[in-house]
């Protein structure tokens, strides 16, 4: 198995959060394979690089953030728009590699989440 798995049951809150981004896009945005992905949640692991956990509760934030104004298929489709504020790019593309949470990108994509629940941005 793939370096991040460890034996151990995922939190109930990586289930709602792979229910909502999908194993695609989850697992481009922790930067682990499909399969690692799927091993994950399938052999009831957990995340054992602190980097990528960090990730995931970052992807939560968004997505709770998310969840008020899209439903699940609108969140994963919002990771994926162009938006002008991040500079004609993509959330997906910017929460891709060895990305960290405090890294100035990822905090334009949080913000940008913030911004569509306030009403201030689509």
Known sequence: MDDILERFVPSRKYQELYSILGLKLLSHCINVSQSAMSQFF?????????SRNDRFKFLEKIAKVLIGAYNKRGVRSWFYRKRKQLNNRAPVEILKGEWRPLHPGPQKVLALAKSISDGNAA
């Open 42 to 50: 399938l052999f009831k692991a957990r995340v054992t690089r602190k």
